[in-house]
């Protein structure tokens, strides 16, 4: 036994063909495998980025509403039978978002709130057509401040 595990260490003979594509074939199988997993992360990691800039995108849309600095187009678009104000497009990292604004008093009179409701999408609305929404955010203001 000793003598052919030594022998075979010591044979000068190389790989047979058989053993390297085995080899090949396990090697293939892995890396297949891996790439997968790499091109699931990098679609995951392509949305995450979209979602949290539509989720800054919307956080500033808030702030200028609340402080009546935003930027209007004039426009208002029907999303689920309300009225909400068209924002003019934002563009970062080569995407452009599309923030739409609905400012209604929808809190008991006595509060002196208005709810402010500002929805991010990646495309303009059309009438007809259905967008996906890439992210929303609520807020409030005193009643008149945001006017």
């Known amino acids: ?66 402080t009546n600095t935003v930027n209007s187009t004039g426009n208002t678009v029907s999303i689920d039978g309300k009225q909400y104000k068209e924002i003019n497009p934002t563009e970062l990292n080569g995407k452009l978002y599309y923030p739409y604004v609905l400012v209604s008093p929808e809190t008991p009179t006595i509060l002196q709130l208005e709810k402010i409701h500002v929805k991010i999408y990646t495309e303009k609305i059309e009438p007809g057509h259905q967008q996906a929404l890439a992210s929303e955010i609520f807020g409030y203001n005193e009643k008149g401040a945001s006017k």
């Open 1 to 66: 036994m000793k003598y052919k595990l030594n022998s075979y260490l010591v044979n000068n003979r190389g790989m047979s063909l058989i053993e390297i594509l085995a080899s090949l074939v396990i090697l293939t199988i892995i890396f297949v495998s891996l790439s997968h997993f790499f091109f699931q992360a990098s679609l995951f990691s392509v949305k995450v980025e979209d979602q949290l800039t539509s989720i800054n995108i919307a956080e500033k849309v808030l702030h200028d509403v609340k």
